[in-house]
């Protein structure tokens, strides 16, 4: 075989190992850079995780704190409303304490209002009294008051007369109807006249104000006119003032003696 034929071959086999070279030298350049670009991404992917992971701590810290200033700001709004609901007992408690203080002396003050109110309840000795008074028959009634009102102490001869009689009526309708004014015109009348339930209705009005600025001395006054007259409901309330307020019985005496003319005995 000639030599030219030989190199031939040769000459291809050097070239096909140097392609051999060159694609593998190429494979593993491909593979490097991939293997560098699986590194950075896997980098990449780490980082990124951590960041995640560092995110999701710092807001459940943040959660944690957002938990706990809830629960602290719960625990301070309990303390104050066992606070309030403490002062609202307190205040509760005061306020029971000033009403049955009120409720005591709004009873005190009924109860003593009704025995006002009591000093003309009719009866049948009064009714009859009365019915002999309207027919102008005199009767001596005899003075209750106590020993500090005796100087006024004496036998009082009183009439009525039937006029007088239909007068005090007359005032006993309009109170009943409301019509104070009007009814204390005409009990004034009638005390003056010395018509005695007159004189007991008269100190009911200035006690409880029926028609009248209330005024409890000309009201006892008035009273104490009764019981001198023998109004049974009048004396006992008379006897009544002298031992439980002996200051404005003492007071009402004193009117007594500037305003009455002493009833003239016929």
């Not at 009866?123 to 209750?144: G, I």
Request: proline share 3%.
């Amino acid at each position: 075989m000639p030599d030219g034929n030989l190199k031939v071959p040769s000459q291809v086999f050097r070239w096909f190992e140097k392609m051999k070279t060159n694609y593998e030298n190429s494979v593993q350049s491909v593979l490097s850079r991939f293997e560098a670009y699986n590194i950075k991404q896997q980098q990449r992917l780490d980082q990124a995780t951590a960041e995640h992971l560092s995110d999701l701590k710092a807001a459940h810290q943040n959660q944690i704190s957002q938990q706990q200033q809830h629960i602290s700001q719960l625990q301070n709004d309990i303390a104050h409303y066992k606070q309030q609901i403490s002062e609202q007992q307190r205040t509760i408690e005061h306020l029971n304490r000033r009403y049955d203080t009120v409720m005591a002396c709004l009873i005190s003050e009924k109860s003593s209002t009704i025995d006002i109110e009591n000093i003309i309840d009719d009866n049948e000795e009064l009714a009859d009294s009365y019915r002999s008074l309207a027919d102008n028959d005199c009767s001596q009634v005899a003075s209750a008051t106590s020993d500090n009102t005796a100087k006024v102490q004496e036998q009082n001869t009183c009439k009525a007369t039937p006029a007088i009689e239909e007068s005090y009526l007359e005032a006993l309708t309009h109170r009943e109807h409301g019509q104070h004014s009007q009814a204390l015109a005409l009990f004034e009348q009638c005390a003056k006249e010395n018509h005695i339930k007159a004189m007991g209705a008269l100190g009911r009005a200035y006690f409880l104000g029926e028609g009248v600025t209330p005024d409890p001395v000309i009201g006892l006054a008035w009273l104490i006119r009764a019981a001198e007259h023998g109004l049974p409901q009048a004396i006992k309330r008379a006897e009544q003032y002298q031992t439980d307020d002996p200051k404005l019985y003492q007071q009402a005496l004193e009117y007594i003696d500037n305003a009455f003319a002493i009833c003239e005995i016929n």
